[in-house]
Nanobody, 122 residues
Framework: QVQLVESGGGLVQPGGSLRLSCAASGTIFSINAMGWYRQAPGKQRDVVAVITSGGSTNYADSVKGRFTISRDNGKNTVYLQMNSLKPEDTAVYYC????????????????WGQGTQVTVSS
């Protein structure tokens, strides 16, 4: 069984910064892509940023130049550095691990974290 545990959310003023972390635990052999998604009240869950095991990254247009995703493959951990935060960044942020080979499972699985609240407000 694989678990994703997020940390680092909270309340920050506009223009401020936060760093989210997500650690995957379990008997993990490999993880293809890890990423961050967010869901604001009344809206669908959208991708924020994704990073592959090789380090390739993709960002939502709304966060380009402000957010940076990084990954420590040895620790199965992904980070999201969020700078110049805006009120519209307020949402629950979810960590995702895609195509995870772990334990005794023959097929890769996708896992989600429990979510961490990020609130940008003065």
């Amino acid at each position: 069984q694989v678990q994703l545990v997020e940390s680092g959310g909270g309340l920050v003023q506009p223009g401020g910064s936060l760093r989210l972390s997500c650690a995957a635990s379990g008997t993990i052999f490999s993880i293809n892509a890890m990423g961050w998604y967010r869901q604001a009240p009344g809206k669908q869950r959208d991708v924020v940023a994704v990073i592959t095991s090789g380090g390739s990254t993709n960002y939502a247009d709304s966060v380009k130049g402000r957010f940076t995703i990084s990954r420590d493959n040895g620790k199965n951990t992904v980070y999201l550095q969020m700078n110049s935060l805006k009120p519209e960044d307020t949402a629950v942020y979810y960590c995702n691990a895609d195509k995870v080979y772990a334990g005794t499972s023959y097929y890769p699985q996708t896992y989600w974290g429990q979510g961490t609240q990020v609130t940008v407000s003065s």
